[in-house]
């Protein structure tokens, strides 16, 4: 604009002297034209920047990693006037990081129409992608002036992590102890006696203990309460969205959500019973949700994406136990991809008969790595919690060596 500005100034000067030189009518009129042609651009800048309308549009609201974005921006010049050069900004980021870019784009749009400019956008990593066209720049016919008018219109599409069932031969449920619970059966009967399933008519071979005396004087007929079968959820996954310094924290929560995912949707396959849960730093509470089919993962995997990374996992383990300590399991999993003597001492007050830390081991620096090889795993087992490595770079082979015992 610059360069544009000091043309338009040439151009003045240039007619201007022609007009002195000449002393003509028309030359006058010319110079005097050119003299105020920047009020005239000001003016039309400005009253088509209040006139025209943009929207921002996501015409997909899920997609997996890599898939295309598609976005579009639709905008209406209500305005006789049609405008040579608009400029759009657009701006995204995946939510787990602060990391922003920026997508300019230029059209135009003649008078009182519409038109409609569509973009595309990638992510190669999970997580909820924000979208917000930040700004509109209007100019006028010669690029003397623009106005900038905000405009913050925002869309979110969730790109949608990876998770397969975990094939390994090694991968095999030996978890047959059945904890406390409160959830029971909605399809069958058990016998469980602090709750009721249902209440049916007498059969030939029911144990005189389950008549329900008062129901059956009243129903003239002899009526059998049949007990409730408690639910095995017996399995914890914690998730640490705990963000190490000096990591790439994107590829850190690709990684650690894969891993979760991917046991968790086995775990389903297994007919296991479990609970997924992480804290979630943005509303500082800690979610818990018990996990029997795909949907529920489903419900689970929204939870993580709209959670944000934290860097203090000693207290996302203790806002664990603070809601939830009295709860009792057959196994712990605690997926991480940084460790400290501290987390392990707060795991060991997790009430569980087995615990295992599944730690991201090429996510940190090397000096890390040994650190952790040489303090925090001698203090793990002799807790007796095990640590179980998983390459970065090749989640879908080390978690298949993954034993459930």
């Not at 639709?74 to 759009?88: A, E, G, M, R, V």
């Not at 909820?128 to 066209?133: A, S």
């Not at 996302?316 to 991480?336: C, M, Q, R, V």
Request: proline share 2%; glycine share 4%; with cysteine.
């Amino acid at each position: 604009m610059l360069r544009n500005k000091l043309r338009y100034l040439f151009l003045l000067a240039f007619v201007g002297v022609l007009s002195i030189l000449y002393n003509i009518y028309y030359m006058t009129i010319i110079f005097l034209t050119v003299a105020a042609m920047p009020l005239l651009m000001i003016g039309y800048i400005f009253y088509v920047s209040r006139k025209i309308d943009c929207k921002l549009f996501c015409s997909v609201h899920v997609v997996n990693k890599g898939e295309a974005i598609p976005i579009s921006v639709q905008i209406y010049n209500p305005t006789i006037f049609p405008i040579s050069n608009i400029k759009l900004f657009l701006t995204y980021k995946n939510t787990y990081s602060a990391k922003q870019y920026t997508k300019e784009i230029q059209i135009s749009v003649d008078g009182r129409t519409g038109t409609s400019v569509s973009s595309k956008i990638y992510s190669d990593f999970a997580g909820n992608i924000e979208i917000t066209l930040k700004k509109i720049r209007i100019y006028d016919y010669i690029k003397l002036f623009s106005v900038r008018r905000k405009n913050c219109e925002k869309g979110i599409v969730a790109v949608l992590p990876s998770y397969y069932e975990l094939m390994g031969n090694n991968f095999t449920l030996k978890n047959n102890t059945i904890v406390e619970s409160d959830h029971y059966s909605t399809v069958k009967s058990g016998d469980d006696p602090s709750e009721v399933f249902a209440i049916r008519e007498y059969k030939e071979g029911d144990r005189l203990q389950r008549i329900h005396w008062k129901l059956s004087m009243k129903q003239n007929q002899l009526m059998i309460k049949e007990f409730s079968d408690p639910l095995n959820c017996s399995v914890l996954l914690f998730v640490n969205l705990g963000v190490p310094q000096g990591n790439n924290v994107l590829f850190y929560m690709d990684s650690i959500l894969e891993s979760a995912l991917s046991l968790s949707y086995t775990l389903i396959l297994n007919k296991q019973i479990h609970y997924l849960s992480w804290y979630d730093a943005k509303n500082e509470i800690c979610r818990r949700i018990r996990i029997m089919q795909e949907s529920e993962l489903y419900e689970a995997m929204e939870g993580l994406l709209n959670s944000i990374s934290y860097r203090n996992s000693v207290e996302a383990i203790s806002n664990y136990l603070a809601e939830f300590g009295k709860e009792a399991y057959t196994d712990l999993f605690y997926i991480t991809g940084e460790l400290s003597e501290q987390e392990v001492n707060m795991l060991s007050h997790i009430r569980t008969q087995r615990s295992q830390i599944i730690y991201m081991s090429n996510l940190n620096k090397l000096s890390e790595r040994e650190y952790m090889l040489d303090k925090v795993i001698q203090q793990s087992e002799a807790m007796g919690i095990g640590v179980f490595n998983v390459d970065a770079s090749d989640i879908k082979k080390d978690m298949e060596q993954l034993r459930l015992e």
